[in-house]
């Protein structure tokens, strides 16, 4: 018989393969964060061992002490994935027994409204060392076309000691290297994470096929695109289009304002159109980690080009305006029953940036409480998630959430942010003034609710 040898590079793919087949493959995640930690779950639900790396000690202790900080994610789930082997680290020495590696960093923007990618740098920089022939690295932090290719490769190139090369089409490496997009909807129940189907794009074919190995274990279909850049593109692009009609509805929303007309009831009525329409919904302003900051990802690196992305930027202009629009609706609200501003009670409903979750990144309620205390309000808040509110990146607030008692206390109660428990109907029956920025109130008649 005769033997079929393999070179040392196919013998890598095949051992990868078939250890992400029995699930005997260490899968590294790196940030244990929104992104990562959810995936570590996924991963270990299918048996595999993962290793969360975060360098957030707290993190670290609570989850190897079976414990969660997010809410969403019951400690039971932790414990769970704890059986499979599922342990988290601050030691990047561990970086070398790992099969697959995941990158899932924060990618925000700097003073400057622009990338910050000094996460995925450090990263890198660390894995760097660390790294091993036949291992997986794969990107998921969302960022610019190119990122993988001019930022991640070089660094990891450069930053091993044994001088090992990524694998590139035509030229066999040592490792490989791709990008795959994260598309979770926090909050969203109406979609399984493993139903959401998963964009790859390798450096070259089997970098492609083998991060397709790696999350066909957990996803239920793969969609493999070109390179690198196509998948980090694919992921802004789906942003850049929520940030776009979310503008495009928020900017309508201030015209009906003044036409007497009210854009939910249009919404509804357009949505029933079964082609060609997908319903946005106006709000007071754009919030979480990636509609209000992705698709300056894209603007910073267009200018590279001479190009100028101006639907981004029109959309930008009008969503940081929202939380300006609903203040001054709020204003103008109780100048109509004779009261300023200045020296009022109001009541700030909901601190998350969406209903249902404990996230405040970039929440407008955050820019809508500093804009009501600048005007001379006595601001309060009340939030189910956050019983506390201090210092961030770009605020520094200091407040304690206040019981929902007593409404009729505060000159103004504002809903910013429509979680599900809250009981509207009773909020509008015991508040004097209820401003209504998210429809929360529809079905309900009373001369108390302003909806802007
Ligand atoms: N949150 C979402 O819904 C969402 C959705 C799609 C994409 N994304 C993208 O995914 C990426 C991660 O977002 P997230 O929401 O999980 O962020 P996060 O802030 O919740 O978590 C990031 C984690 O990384 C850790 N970390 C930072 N630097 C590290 C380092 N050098 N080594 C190890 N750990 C490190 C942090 O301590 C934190 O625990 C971002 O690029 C984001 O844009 C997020």
Known sequence: M?????????????????????????????????????LALLFSEQRFAITGFDIDEQKVATLNSGGSYIVRILPAEIQGAQQSGFRATGDYSRIS????????????????????????????????????PGQLIVLESTTY???????????????NPAGLKV???????????????EREDPGNTTVARCDIPKVVGGVETTATELACALYGTIFNRTVPVSSPAAAELTKLLENIYRCVNIAL?????????????????????????????????????????????????LSW????FDFRTRFI???GEVNIGMPYYVVEAAAAALNQRRKPMNGS??????????????????????????????????????????PTVGRGRHYNLNMTCTPLDHLEQYDCVMIITDHSNYDYRQIVDESQLVVDTRNATRGITAPNIVRC
Do not use: W
């Not at 924060?106 to 760097?128: G, M, N, Q, R």
């Not at 690196?301 to 590279?304: D, S």
């Open 2 to 38: 005769e033997n079929t040898v393999l070179s040392p590079h196919a013998n890598m793919q095949s051992e990868l393969k078939s250890k992400l087949q029995d699930r005997s493959a260490h899968i590294g995640i790196v940030g244990m964060g929104y992104v990562g930690l959810p």
């Open 167 to 181: 694998t590139r089409a035509g030229s066999a490496g040592d490792f490989y290297v791709a990008f795959s997009p």
């Open 345 to 386: 009670k109001v009541l700030v409903l909901g601190l998350a940036y969406k209903k249902d979750i404990d996230d405040l990144r970039e929440s407008p309620s955050l820019t809508v409480i500093e804009l009501l205390q600048k005007r001379g309000a006595q601001v309060f808040y009340n939030d189910p998630y956050f």
């Open 313 to 315: 930027e029109l959309a």
């Open 97 to 132: 027994q790992m099969d697959a590696v995941i990158i899932c960093v924060p990618t925000p923007l700097d003073e400057y409204h622009e990338p910050d990618l000094s996460y995925i740098t450090k990263t890198v920089e660390a894995i760097a060392p660390r790294l091993r």
């Open 145 to 159: 076309p190119g990122t993988t290719e001019e930022v991640v490769i070089p660094l990891l190139e450069k930053g």
């Open 249 to 297: 509805v928020n900017e309508m929303k201030q015209l009906c304002h003044r036409m007497g007309i009210d854009l939910f009831e249009v919404i509804e009525a357009a949505k029933t159109k079964p082609f060609g329409f997908q319903a946005f919904y106006p709000g007071p302003g754009l919030g979480g980690h990636c509609i209000p900051i992705d698709p300056f990802y």
């Open 301 to 304: 690196k267009a200018k590279q």
